[in-house]
């Protein structure tokens, strides 16, 4: 099994005939993902070669939906056409929507969020690089090469971070990954992924990697010491910042004591989640946890 994203699911890709598009799709279908079309309104109905898969181009998502049984879209548009990306695949039905573009002002994410939710789209991002079931299928940019199969789940809000997580424990292997995105606003959270990977059989362990900025990790300990039995391992990023400096993500920003990896590394801790003071002590961490040592 794997979460939100298998080897059944069928990507639509938005901005696809775009310079973005084009390449990271000619990865995804070379890392075996089942993409099944392209949109384009001002390219409808030509078809893009890549090799060994010729890829229709649609007028819409509504127009891919019905011709493909897509059920997933990777949205690679400009920011000022985002918003307009992801409601229309919201209203065509579209359960998974990737958006990978950065750069989305704040206020229309909460709206196209706000409206996938009522419209039952899950959205993972925006400003993030995707989500990869190693093995089966990647929709977004992370590198498909960098990791095998195996028990792990992974969860990040830096798109950096989770390949090198991944690529540290490539040997390990892992069941899904998701970059969920830095922005103040995001589709899919740290808890959902969380609650996600419990559920997942094939899960064993769970990796959290958070930065500073904003009360999301401290809202995941409270979860993970409520309601996760999995073994997590964590690593904040950050702990070398400026005080007072506002640093990376849109929503990496420190008031006070508030944010800061001391506090989240404080309160994943007391929720017993081990972690690491930096990305390879995290990986040995994990692969402790994974042996039962200490």
Known sequence: MAIY????????????????????????????????????????GRTVDFGDHAVP???????????????????FVPPAFAKAAVLEAADAGIGLAVVITEGIPVHDTVAFTAYARSRGTRIIGPNCPGLITPGRSTAGIIPADIAKP??????????????????????????TCVGIGGDPVVGT??????????????????????????????????????????PVVGYVAGFTAPEGRTMGHAGAIVSGSTGTAVAKKQALEAAGVRVGDTPTRTAQLVLSALDGTS
């Open 5 to 44: 994203l298998t080897q059944d699911s069928r990507v639509l890709v938005q901005g696809m005939t775009g310079g973005e598009g084009m390449r990271h799709t000619r990865r995804m279908l070379a890392a075996g993902t089942h993409v099944v079309g392209g949109v384009n309104p001002r390219k409808a």
């Open 57 to 75: 181009v649609f007028g819409s998502v509504a127009e891919g939906v019905a011709a493909t049984g897509a059920d997933v879209t990777v949205v």
């Open 150 to 175: 195996g028990r792990i789940g992974l969860v990040s809000k830096s798109g950096t971070l989770t390949y090198q997580l991944m690529h540290e424990l490539r040997d390990t292997g892992f069941s």
């Open 189 to 230: 959270t740290h808890i959902d992924c969380l609650a996600a990977f419990q559920e997942d059989p094939d899960t064993d362990l769970i990796v959290l990697i958070g930065e500073i900025g904003g009360d999301a990790e401290e809202r995941a300990a409270a979860y993970i010491r409520d309601h996760v039995t999995k």
